[in-house]
Structure formats: structure tokens, C-alpha cells
């Protein structure tokens, strides 16, 4: 989980599911529409920077609960 931010893209990603979402912040500061969709190049670009930092940071992550 965790949030990372480029320019004026923002990646979410929810510890719970490890789902993303990617939100425009400059033409959608509520962040009401997910790109993640629709944007699947900068969402993995961003995914992949979140999760290098999380390593060079030496971050513990939870484990996903199990259903």
C-alpha cells in the first residue's frame, strides 16, 4: 500500500487488495475518476517507482488479510 506522486499523476495502492488507482490531480483534485484503466503505462510506471522505494527504504508491508 501506499501513494506515490508524479507531475500530476498520483498512484494509490491499497494494502488491502493491492489494487491501484491513478488520478489526474491538476483536471481531477477530488479524485473521483480512476485512470488506471485507461492509463496502464503510467500506472505501471508509477507502481514500479512506489515499490523501488519501498525497498530502498526498507518498508514492511502487511500482509493481505485473507477472505
Do not use: C
Amino acid at each position: 500500500g501506499g501513494a506515490v506522486r508524479d507531475g500530476d499523476l498520483k498512484l494509490i495502492e491499497w494494502y488491502e487488495d493491492g489494487s491501484l488507482e491513478l488520478f489526474n490531480l491538476r483536471t481531477d483534485p477530488g479524485e473521483k475518476t480512476n485512470l488506471a484503466k485507461t492509463r496502464p503505462e503510467e500506472t505501471a510506471e508509477l507502481h514500479k517507482k512506489l515499490t523501488s522505494w519501498r525497498s530502498e527504504v526498507g518498508a514492511i508491508m502487511p500482509k493481505p488479510r485473507e477472505q
